[in-house]
């Protein structure tokens, strides 16, 4: 069984419902789905009122991973890594992949350009 954190662009599109991605997670039904705190507050920091109904019953269907101090180190140390090479990184992706590290989680992501780290596992 998988063991699947989602990236803020995978949470949106199932948001959409976009078909490709509908498909893909229906396809992985016997894993099991993770969301960060940072990917929380992505979702909410664009969200329109009308949506956090929606939002809410989505997240529901996934287990919150907690962040910690470890978790920082790891995305500092990716930070410090790769922010010359690689322009245009978030801090908030460098926390994902500290978190999908951490907790050694698969990282379902569309941006895989934002993640250079050779230890991490995508989908």
Request: negative net charge; glycine residues 4%.
């Amino acid at each position: 069984m998988a063991k699947v954190l989602l990236d803020s662009d995978v949470v949106i599109n199932l948001l959409k419902k976009k078909e490709e991605t509908l498909e893909k997670i229906n396809a992985l039904e016997e894993s099991e789905f993770y969301i960060s705190p940072i990917v929380i507050a992505e979702i909410y920091a664009g969200a329109k009122p009308k949506e956090i109904g929606q939002i809410e019953a989505l997240f529901s269907y996934f287990q919150i991973v907690d962040i910690n101090a470890q978790i920082g180190i790891i995305a500092g140390e990716y930070a410090n890594k790769f922010r010359k090479a690689f322009n245009g990184i978030s801090l908030e992706d460098y926390m994902i992949a500290g978190t999908a590290k951490y907790y050694n989680l698969t990282l379902w992501t569309y941006n895989k350009k934002h993640y250079p780290m050779k230890d991490l596992v995508f989908l």
